[in-house]
């Protein structure tokens, strides 16, 4: 009994493996090498500082 579940298990770690191995998705690397150049966001508006008056609660 114990001899069974042992090969059992066995079997079913092998199994993973092999769909482990067979099933990855294997990426492709890019053929041109394009340089990291840091890219920088430019913001054209002005910052206008606007006064929000609160409504009153009546509390």
């Known amino acids: 009994?114990?001899?069974?579940?042992?090969?059992?298990l066995?079997?079913?770690?092998?199994?993973?493996?092999?769909?482990l191995i067979f099933s990855c998705n294997k990426t492709t690397k890019r053929?041109?090498?394009?340089?990291n150049k840091p890219?920088?966001?430019?913001?054209?508006s002005t910052n206008q500082e606007?006064?929000?008056q609160l409504a009153p609660t009546g509390s």
């Open 50 to 52: 606007v006064s929000t």
């Open 1 to 8: 009994m114990l001899l069974i579940i042992t090969l059992l």
């Open 10 to 19: 066995s079997f079913l770690v092998a199994v993973n493996f092999l769909l």
């Open 39 to 44: 890219t920088f966001v430019i913001n054209n």
């Open 31 to 35: 053929q041109s090498v394009k340089e």
